[in-house]
């Protein structure tokens, strides 16, 4: 696993302000405790979960996975969460 990490917030954002909000509310609702999850997408780390507007993600993407965009980075994020 290539261990570049990335900061969500350096990533394009989403189509709209409302869906970002929406896929991190997602993601808060399903992290728990937890402070990372990883998957075949690579491995997810969550920081500042106690509210959105401190929220980050920090991503690092299996080997030859770019991640582009806000939305996609948290669908993958929370997908990871719901099934690991």
Do not use: W
């Not at 998957?39 to 582009?68: C, E, V, Y």
């Amino acid at each position: 696993m290539d261990m570049s990490r990335i900061s969500l917030m350096s990533l394009q954002i989403c189509a709209n302000p409302q869906m970002e909000e929406d896929a991190i509310k997602a993601v808060l609702s399903v992290v728990g405790s937890r402070d990372s999850c990883t998957d075949q997408k690579g491995l997810f780390q969550f920081m500042g979960t106690a509210r959105i507007s401190s929220f980050n993600l920090m991503i690092s993407p299996a080997k030859g996975r770019k991640p582009t965009n806000r939305c996609e980075e948290l669908e993958n994020a929370y997908r990871c969460l719901k099934t690991h």
